[in-house]
């Protein structure tokens, strides 16, 4: 049996604003939901946010966007 698995790429980006824990649960529950993204990892301390997605379904414009949407202006960390 042959496995296929999706080309993935590991996203890491920055948010400002966060104000509390329930930050946390509010972005992962947003971008958990977004087509092509298999994980998804907040961190409130450094505001930083890992995604796992593929690419060819959803871009890091989008994943940026989606965390714009739930009130936090994101950006690409730089590491």
Do not use: N, Q
Not at 12 to 32: H, M, N, Q, T, Y
Request: glycine share 8%; proline share 6%.
């Amino acid at each position: 049996m042959t496995t296929i698995t999706s080309p993935g790429t590991h996203t890491i980006l920055r948010a400002d604003g966060f104000s509390c824990p329930s930050c946390v649960a509010k972005i992962e529950k947003l971008i958990g939901r977004l087509p092509g993204v298999t994980g998804v990892a907040v961190f409130f301390s450094s505001a930083r946010i890992e995604i796992d997605h593929d690419p060819a379904v959803v871009s890091t414009d989008a994943l940026i966007a989606a965390v714009g949407k739930a009130g936090y202006p994101a950006r690409l960390a730089a590491f």
